[in-house]
T-cell receptor, first 113, second 111 residues
Framework: DAGVTQSPTHLIKTRGQQVTLRCSPK?????VSWYQQALGQGPQFIFQ???????QRGNFPDRFSGHQFPNYSSELNVNALLLGDSALYLC????????????FGDGTRLSIL | DQQVKQNSPSLSVQEGRISILNCDYT??????FLWYKKYPAEGPTFLIS?????DKNEDGRFTVFLNKSAKHLSLHIVPSQPGDSAVYFC??????????FGTGTSLTVIP
């Protein structure tokens, strides 16, 4: 039973570039949430996708956008990268109307130079 | 504005003893609470949950207590084992969708 998988594991970009991160949810899950975790902090909610639509969004600028595909996998896109976007990006999946508890992947470490 | 706080950055406990990790929150609308364990280079692993209709939930060595009037929850691990050494995060939500996380407590269990 595959858990949540994220790709790539690590990524290095420069300021101003754009990046796409990918997530496949745990088998049987249909809801995907994205979190940003800065060093020494807890994860911060970016947004959640359910039935291919953004269901809820945290306090992140429009540079952060996402998509969910019919197979429930999801992408996180970040445009015009800033140094402050350097972080661990975590994807979590859950099932159905009540999207808890959420199960996390191992994350993508994004470094901005 | 940190809505979920874990005021102890670290905790050391002897193997076999009880570990108590604490978490406070400010939003009285929070009804769903989760605890996660995180090892280095891995994503958080779900441990145990509780909703506001209960004040205690138990799963093996892990018990979570919720005090809604004090806006406080705690995770008890009994007995503590060296493999429990990790960073523990509490998380809370009003909708069950967007979860707010604390900054974590690093637990070290000494053999």
């Amino acid at each position: 039973d595959a858990g949540v998988t994220q790709s790539p594991t690590h990524l290095i970009k420069t300021r101003g570039q754009q990046v796409t991160l990918r997530c496949s949810p745990k088998s049987g899950h249909d809801t995907v949430s994205w979190y940003q975790q800065a060093l020494g902090q807890g994860p911060q909610f970016i947004f959640q996708y359910y039935e291919e639509e953004e269901r809820q969004r945290g306090n992140f600028p429009d540079r952060f956008s996402g998509h969910q595909f019919p197979n429930y996998s999801s992408e996180l896109n970040v445009n015009a990268l800033l140094l402050g976007d350097s972080a661990l990006y975590l994807c979590a999946s859950s099932n159905g109307r009540f999207a808890w508890p959420q199960h996390f992947g191992d994350g993508t470490r994004l470094s901005i130079l | 504005d940190q809505q979920v706080k874990q005021n102890s950055p670290s905790l050391s406990v002897q193997e076999g003893r009880i570990s108590i990790l604490n978490c406070d929150y400010t939003n009285s609308m929070f009804d769903y609470f989760l605890w996660y364990k995180k090892y280095p280079a891995e994503g958080p692993t779900f441990l145990i949950s509780i909703s506001s209709i209960k004040d205690k939930n138990e799963d093996g060595r892990f018990t979570v207590f919720l005090n809604k009037s004090a806006k406080h929850l705690s995770l008890h691990i009994v007995p503590s084992q060296p493999g429990d050494s990790a960073v523990y995060f509490c998380a809370a939500s009003d909708t069950g969708n967007q979860f707010y996380f604390g900054t974590g407590t690093s637990l070290t269990v000494i053999p």
